[in-house]
T-cell receptor, first 111, second 114 residues
């Protein structure tokens, strides 16, 4: 089967750094994406890794290790507005590049 | 224009009604998607259109009928729905040629089936 595992909930304080891990088991792999979704909102794309290593975009970074089938999203200098759900999603090889989604991590940032 | 629009924002319908959800994008994307999302769950793929042709149907019940009249529009026709179909219905689009297949989501239609 195909599955992605990520923690269901994470809590942190403003200004802190948080890492959300994602391990995946899929039959094909193009890359790992991260999406953010605020309550009542739509998912928005954060980052994508196809190759091993770290991709940095402002306060957010994403890492991938293909050999370990593992990735993480790193959020630095946390702000209250970062409170949201974060989904990792694997881009499936073939099959029109369908996304296989993790169950999501609910991040609560406290003052 | 970098947004996906969806109408209506909210819809309440009875089990015998017929209604349609509409989605529009003007980013030149040639892949469009319908997702269903329940509270606290990830989006669940329903249909994918690629270059206006249905390329993926995730074994969705026939009471959901998608339509892609042109490259900018995507409809989802609803008929004889069940209460368990109540959910947020999200439309998304992407450019098939991009490496990351970034999907741009609309705000969704919150559907309640009575």
């Amino acid at each position: 089967g195909q599955s992605l595992e990520q923690p269901s909930e994470v809590t942190a304080v403003e200004g802190a750094i948080v890492q959300i891990n994602c391990t995946y088991q899929t039959s094909g792999f193009y890359g790992l994406s991260w999406y953010q979704q605020h309550d009542g909102g739509a998912p928005t794309f954060l980052s994508y890794n196809a190759l091993d290593g770290l991709e940095e975009t402002g306060r957010f970074s994403s890492f991938l290790s293909r050999s370990d089938s593992y990735g993480y999203l790193l959020l630095q200098e946390l702000q209250m507005k970062d409170s949201a759900s974060y989904f990792c999603a694997v881009q499936n090889a073939g099959n029109n590049r369908k996304l296989i989604w993790g169950l999501g991590t609910s991040l609560a940032v406290n003052p | 224009d970098t947004e996906v629009t969806q109408t209506p924002k909210h819809l309440v319908m009875g089990m015998t009604n017929k209604k349609s959800l509409k989605c529009e994008q003007h980013m030149g994307h040639r892949a469009m998607y319908w997702y269903k999302q329940k509270a606290k769950k990830p989006p669940e793929l329903m249909f994918v259109y690629s270059y206006e042709k249905l390329s993926i149907n995730e074994s969705v019940p026939s009471r959901f009928s998608p339509e892609c009249p042109n490259s900018s529009l995507l409809n989802l026709h609803l008929h004889a729905l069940q209460p368990e179909d109540s959910a947020l219905y999200l439309c998304a689009s992407s450019h098939p040629g991009t490496v990351n297949n970034e999907q741009f989501f609309g705000p969704g239609t919150r559907l309640t089936v009575l």
